[in-house]
């Protein structure tokens, strides 16, 4: 298997475990707060609501810029592609606790969005000191 393959197959990998790590955690967690009674929201911090108005749209619209700007680019940016691709789905994550969640729940999305940063920038400081040595950067001569 050549190093660009090996390369991809890492992106993937880390791409589809932090996915699905987010999936089941944003589903616990908004499940958990859709069910609670009217009593245990009376008790805790924490609670399902959906909170939509301007900034939120504005944020959205934002978002969706950066996303297409990421996949009109995305042969381009390889390998750092799916890193970028990490992130912005951690700033995805964490939107979506802003926007449905208040109170304590909301700390969740942006634990996601740490995790996604930190797990993306590593793999990006990786690529960078072993582009040439995989040959994913093209050799000046």
Do not use: D, H
């Amino acid at each position: 298997m050549n190093e660009r393959k090996e390369v991809q197959t890492i992106n993937w990998t880390l791409f589809g475990v932090l996915t699905l790590a987010g999936l089941v955690s944003a589903g616990r967690t908004l499940t958990n707060l859709k069910n609670m009674t009217p009593e245990q929201e009376a008790e805790g911090q924490s609670r399902f609501q959906v909170q939509w108005e301007q900034p939120e749209t504005i944020f959205a619209l934002i978002l969706g810029c950066i996303t297409l700007l990421l996949i009109l680019g995305w042969k381009r940016l390889f390998p750092y592609n799916v890193p970028l691709a990490m992130i912005v789905g951690g700033i995805c994550y964490a939107f979506l606790f802003q926007v449905t969640t208040v109170g304590w729940a909301g700390l969740i999305g942006f634990v996601g969005l740490l995790i996604a940063v930190v797990v993306g920038l590593l793999m990006m400081i990786i690529y960078a000191f072993g582009a040439r040595k995989w040959g994913l950067r093209r050799r000046e001569e």
